[in-house]
């Protein structure tokens, strides 16, 4: 099963409290709702796609309770087709602490995680989607776990709270399969990880 993570940011990267002011204000973080205004028609009907594609949803504990709020139990949430893809597909949670899962076809991912996670992937066919999840993610591709990233960047500049990659970490070279852009300049990115980047070796002489 490939493992793909779908992440929206801002241009700076940032990550968190997209979908509205009180999402999460962990850190203080007080620029929640900046993606909604900039979520159009186009975008929706891309991760509507994405969502319905997926053959199971892997998510770490936060976003995994904040969609099990909405998503999982508010009803006009459960009846859109995003929804639906949520509530009917099996979901993974990674988490050695979390044990009381209340959202149906959840499965908690404990003790070795790396290892479930891993068996996850050797299943033949099929797609095991990550949306959020900014902690998940980056232990992921630490793990070198990550077979695609989906990255949905909004052109807006936040300039504060979480984001997608840390200021330090390993690095990875990435081909670009697939991109487009949204009427509101929404731009849609599809990168698969190749391994370690290639970096000059020398610094090129100037031309005389």
């Known amino acids: 099963m490939r493992l793909t993570t779908i992440t929206h940011v801002s241009v700076d990267g940032v990550m968190q409290g997209l979908g509205g002011a009180d999402e999460d204000r962990r ?3 007080e620029r929640g709702g900046w993606a909604l205004p900039l979520f159009d028609n186009e975008a929706t009907t891309f ?3 994405a969502l319905q594609r997926a053959d199971a949803f ?3 504990r936060w976003t995994y309770e904040t969609f099990a709020r909405s998503w999982g139990a508010i009803e006009e949430m459960r009846q859109s087709p995003i929804g639906g893809a949520l509530n009917s597909k099996p979901k993974y949670v990674a988490s ?3 044990t009381d899962p209340r959202w149906e076809n959840t499965t908690v991912l404990s003790g070795d995680v790396a290892a479930a996670i891993g068996e996850l992937k050797a299943k033949p066919a099929g797609e095991l989607q990550v949306h959020g999840s900014g902690s998940l993610v980056r232990w ?8 695609e990233i989906t990255l949905l960047t ?7 709270g979480t984001r997608l990659f840390p200021d330090t970490g390993p690095d990875t070279a990435l081909d670009l399969v697939d991109s487009r852009g949204t009427p509101s ?5 599809v990168y698969r990880p190749t391994g370690r980047p290639q970096y000059a070796s020398a610094t090129p002489t100037p031309s005389t």
Do not use: K, R
């Open 27 to 29: 850190g203080g973080f």
């Open 47 to 49: 991760l509507t796609q």
């Open 58 to 60: 892997l998510f770490g």
């Open 96 to 98: 050695t602490t979390f």
């Open 140 to 147: 992921l591709f630490d793990n070198q776990l990550v077979d």
């Open 154 to 160: 909004y052109p807006v500049v936040i300039g504060q």
């Open 185 to 189: 300049g929404v731009t849609i990115q």
